[in-house]
């Protein structure tokens, strides 16, 4: 039975006392330890170890390279997930929706909290913002299965209540986020912009609450779910098999149950009189001064073990007779921990570049910057793929994504984002192909990529595709996971880990009814 509407939801249930955070599980503590644990950790790299000394060079590359600390504790979660329970989910699509949703309330700890929203012509909140104790969860999983497929779909009607749930907190978690799983098109809001309530964007000192969006079979409204996401810094999956929409939400939960880093922001300092010319930065928001003398890039939250590469185009001067070295730029970051809540300062070492008066013959280009160029050069062909395909240029779509493959084929350090760029050519090539899977499966990759940040294409048919299977799963025993090698390799290990464990339920659960069937065989019908 649904909850009465409100103006605003002020009933959540208060959080637990401030503590030290949320103990992971001992897996974690050993992998902290491995790890040094502790800071979050920046280093860079030079495009070349060398520039002549009497020449300048413009638009020379620096790597900057954030990695986010492993944890031994955890901040709690605020969670609002929003359901589309359109007519087309009745059936066999509702109740994998349900199992998925007793998993995720299964992950949570007493401290998170959870919100259920159902919405399809309309919206209503199911539950109100509960803290996951033994009770909560009890509450959480019968009001799930209570959930009814009817109506259309109204995507702004859910993220409305979802917003009226967070605005109205009297309490509030550390980590909060918003999970949005739709299957169908969106006829009542033809305004893709104008989807999210402004409480959830950015604005007025205070940073946007992320929506990690996933479209639920071949008819969801991927560029509106895409829009979302990218609107507020959350991610954007495909879930073409609904078989494994549970594994597409655990990946997600294993980040949002592992976040250490929030608000942020790495700066560069160049050393006079070395210029930013500019900062490859996907999605994230870069900025550089007037003047060339500094640039900035806001990365905001970090979970466990994530990590963010960026490039710097700097131009080196011509270095004077007796200058060996060039010190070119001073990185630093600023981040609050998730867990205690207090603001950090980290400082890398300062790049510096030698400067012979001739370049050896023999000289090397960095291998870690040359990477980091192929992945931003292929991720920008995916936009220009989408682009043309929006246009109805199909084939042009697919010879962008083949040109940059063929340009990288031959290198073993890109053999994943290949495999990447090949089945994702196949996707675009035709209408057909890119009406019913090429524009989530493009979307998906560009989302992953330009954020750094595992997204999720779950596709049937894509056995054949060689990505890495979470969990220690065989090739072919379930749908590939498009880009697993390659924007799948953002994926943490607790990500991993949380894949790995939906698995292990979704197979013991396959099992069972064979195993029932065995027994009432084997007593004559009696059991």
Not at 418 to 436: F, G, I, N
Request: hydrophobic residues 40%; glycine residues 8%.
């Amino acid at each position: 039975m649904y909850l009465p509407d409100r103006a605003v939801y002020d009933d959540d249930e208060p959080v637990e006392p401030p503590a030290q955070g949320a103990p992971l599980d001992d897996w974690d503590l050993v992998h902290d330890a491995a790890n040094g644990g502790g800071k979050l950790v920046l280093d860079a790299h030079c495009e070349h170890p060398a520039v002549a000394r009497g020449k300048p060079h413009e638009n020379f590359v620096v790597l900057v390279h954030a990695k986010a600390p492993a944890a031994q504790t955890r901040a709690p979660l605020d969670l609002v997930t929003v359901l589309d329970v359109i007519g087309s989910m009745a059936g066999h699509k509702i109740a994998l929706l349900k199992k998925a949703m007793e998993f995720i309330v299964d992950q949570l700890g007493p401290a998170d909290r959870l919100s259920v929203v159902a919405f399809s012509t309309a919206a209503h909140r199911v539950i109100p913002l509960t803290r996951m104790s033994d009770a909560g969860k009890v509450k959480a999983k019968d009001a799930v299965q209570l959930l009814e497929a009817e109506g259309g779909t109204n995507i702004l009607k859910g993220l409305t209540e979802a917003a009226k749930v967070l605005d109205g907190r009297r309490h509030k978690n550390a980590v909060v986020s918003v999970i949005l799983l739709s299957d169908g098109q969106d006829t009542y809001n033809l305004d893709l912009g104008g989807l999210v309530p402004s409480s959830l964007l950015s604005g007025a000192g205070h940073r946007s609450t992320p929506i990690h969006t996933f479209g639920f079979g071949v008819d969801h409204d991927s560029s509106a779910m895409h829009t979302i996401a990218e609107e507020t810094g959350g991610t954007f999956s495909f879930i073409e098999d609904e078989k494994v929409v549970q594994d597409s939400f655990a990946q997600c939960i294993g980040g949002l149950l592992s976040v250490v880093v929030q608000e942020a922001l790495i700066s560069v300092k160049c050393v006079n009189p070395v210029r930013v010319r500019a900062v490859k930065s996907g999605r994230y928001d870069a900025s550089i001064d007037a003047y060339g003398r500094s640039a900035s890039v806001d990365v905001g939250e970090l979970y466990a073990d994530e990590e963010r590469r960026f490039l710097l185009l700097v131009d080196v001067p011509r270095a004077g007779d007796a200058d060996d070295v060039t010190r070119l730029v001073k990185v630093t970051c600023t981040y609050r921990d998730t867990a205690t809540g207090q603001v950090l300062d980290v400082a890398g070492e300062d790049i510096a570049v030698q400067r012979p008066v001739e370049l050896a013959k023999d000289q090397q280009p960095s291998m870690d910057v040359a990477r980091e160029k192929f992945r931003v050069e292929a991720t920008e062909d995916i936009a220009a793929a989408r682009a043309a395909a929006e246009r109805g240029e199909y084939a042009e779509a697919a010879r962008i994504l083949e040109r940059r493959r063929e340009a990288l084929a031959d290198d073993a350090r890109c053999k994943a984002l290949v495999e990447e760029l090949r089945e994702l050519s196949t996707r675009v090539a035709s209408r057909r192909e890119y009406e019913q899977s090429g524009c989530a499966c493009i979307l998906t990759g560009y989302s992953s990529h330009a954020q750094q940040r595992a997204a999720s294409a779950f596709v049937a048919g894509a056995e054949g595709y060689g990505c890495r299977q979470p969990g220690g799963a065989a090739p072919g025993a379930a749908p590939s996971i498009l880009g697993f090698g390659a924007a799948g390799a953002y994926a943490t290990p607790a990500m991993q880990r949380m894949v790995g464990a939906s698995r292990q339920i979704r197979e013991q659960q396959q099992q069972q009814p064979a195993t029932s069937k065995r027994k009432s065989g084997s007593n004559g019908g009696a059991y």
